[in-house]
């Protein structure tokens, strides 16, 4: 694998690890907790990053349909914290195999989001779906910090 694509997954590893960090010693209920009407539990979060992940990597990037239903990421619930490892697992491991096939000079190429036809170049869609998952990690971490304070565990 090329270095570039070598360095882009590190990064998403590392996000992916913090991820885990920051669900370290968490009870199940700390996973479905919304710190506010209108805001998104951990898991929810997890799940809708590594969607979004498998789709701009996937779908827009290497081409690839997965069929993503979106509106699903949003309503999962009472899911443990093995299901979260292997969600963020599998998002790592499909995104090496799908990277493993790219070139540099992929980066370049066009394409058409699948669900609403924007276009972008490769090398968007992956930078994008990197940016997508490190701003939901910092939610992440924002949440556990509001759900310790809500029990007074700071």
Known sequence: M????????????????????????????????????????????????????????????????????????????????DVIRKRLDDSLAYARKTLEKLTLQDLEKARKSPSDGRKSTVAWALLHALEHSNLHLGHIQITRQLWMESKGKV
């Open 2 to 81: 090329q270095t570039f694509f070598e360095e882009y997954l590190n990064i998403l590893q590392a996000c992916h690890t913090d991820i885990l960090k920051a669900l370290d010693g968490l009870p199940s209920a700390a996973l479905d907790w919304i710190s506010e009407p209108e805001m998104n539990s951990i898991s929810i979060m997890v799940f809708h990053l590594t969607g979004a992940e498998r789709y701009w990597i996937g779908d827009v990037a290497a081409q690839k349909p997965s069929d993503r239903d979106r509106d699903s990421e949003f309503k999962v619930h009472d899911v443990g914290l």
